[in-house]
């Protein structure tokens, strides 16, 4: 489902104010913070405020939302000073998806191995 916030769904209760967040950035559409569980140096989360259950059901619904939330990580990498990162969707619980409002990963502050785990 996609629009309203979803009761259930962690990351609209952010969005909503609902549960306390490390929020580094926001735009009309979108809300980056900080990964509780970080993978790195810096693991900053995008997602945008409209609830969309991965990062596939987004783009094909709100494509300029998709893009608002391409451009803000790299906004936040700007202001991370990362030089590198991996941006990540993990999409489906076999690739490791555990919140299920679309969401991006940005990972900086160290090497990345290739391929990931
Ligand atoms: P994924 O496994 O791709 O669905 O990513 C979900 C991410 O949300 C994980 O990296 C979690 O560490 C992160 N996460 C879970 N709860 C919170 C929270 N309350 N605040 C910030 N990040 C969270
Ligand atoms: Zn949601």
Redesign the pocket.
Known sequence: MAGEPQDDC?FCK?VEGH?P?TIVRETESTVA?????P?APV?I?VIPKVHYANAAALATAEPTVAADVLREAQAVADEEKLESYRL?F?TGPGA?????HA?A?ILGGRGMQWPPG
């Open positions: 962690l952010i549960v967040a913070f900080r990964d509780i569980n993978q693991h989360l990540v993990n490791g998806q555990t919140v299920f969401h990963h």
